[in-house]
């Protein structure tokens, strides 16, 4: 085992405090969130079971807890409350405030407002008014 992944394996838990596994090298029966949700599943309030760490060249490693798959429990459905509030909180999202138009994607908070809004369209001439010279 190279030495990298060596530092990352602890499954007695003695120096993380929780078992730890090197990347990919988890046991089965363990998931994380993500994977649990893929699974319709949730943590369901159970503590963590173990940890994942991947080393980082020149930084901290990145860390995944894992979870016990047979403690999990299925996902709660979304009631007519929360949907309603969730597409609610997307319109406002979507809705430029300079123009008030839904721009039928999220506006980026970089630029705060709809792309025309933020970057008109100048390839087309101001109009150009008549205006007597004097001389």
């Not at 079971?49 to 990145?62: D, S």
């Amino acid at each position: 085992m190279p030495a990298a992944i060596s530092k990352c394996y602890d499954p007695a838990g003695s120096q993380y405090r929780i078992p730890t596994y090197p990347w990919r090298y988890a046991p089965d029966g363990l998931a994380t969130r993500r994977q649990l949700r893929a699974r319709g599943l949730r943590p369901g309030g159970q503590p963590i079971a173990a940890q994942v760490l991947r080393p980082r060249h020149r930084r901290g490693p990145l860390v995944a807890y894992l979870y016990r798959i047979d403690r999990a429990k299925p996902v709660r459905p979304m009631t007519p409350g929360k949907r309603a509030a969730l597409a609610k909180a997307m319109c406002s999202r979507r809705t430029c405030p300079r123009c008030r138009n839904d721009a039928g994607y999220v506006i980026p908070t970089s630029i705060g407002m709809c792309v025309p809004c933020a970057f008109p369209d100048t390839s087309t001439p101001a109009p150009v008014h008549d205006t007597p010279r004097r001389g």
